[in-house]
């Protein structure tokens, strides 16, 4: 079970854009190799920094409207949002030490 919360396009608003505490979205599709290698790290890092950071998954396959509004063309993407505005991007499943470092200089 993944600690990170599932998010559509229909909910993207209200979970990601609107939310109190910056939001790290890790785009993602189910045939994705690296999608699939990267996915315990941020599942490690909901689990350790939720308080400060709220995780989210997005299937790019069923929901291709914030994905492609964000400009998403290689996966697995990761985007910080902080008030609404993307504050941090990166592309490729990075190990998870750099996954939390560069977080934590993202927020």
């Known amino acids: 079970?993944?600690?990170?919360?599932?998010?559509?396009?229909?909910?993207?608003?209200?979970?990601?854009?609107?939310?109190?505490?910056?939001?790290?979205?890790?785009?993602?599709?189910?045939?994705?190799?690296?999608?699939?290698?990267?996915?315990?790290s941020v599942d490690a890092l909901a689990a350790e920094k939720g308080a400060v950071i709220k995780v989210v998954k997005m299937n790019v396959d069923e929901s291709p409207e914030a994905p492609s509004k964000y400009g998403v063309r290689s996966i697995p993407a990761l985007m910080i949002f902080k008030n609404g505005k993307v504050v941090a991007q990166t592309v490729g499943a990075l190990p998870k030490s750099e996954l939390f470092k560069w977080v934590e200089g993202a927020i």
Not at 7 to 15: C, K, L, N, R
Not at 17 to 39: I, N
């Open 1 to 40: 079970m993944s600690n990170a919360q599932q998010v559509t396009d229909s909910d993207f608003e209200a979970e990601v854009l609107k939310s109190g505490l910056p939001v790290l979205v890790d785009f993602w599709a189910e045939w994705c190799g690296p999608c699939r290698q990267l996915g315990p």
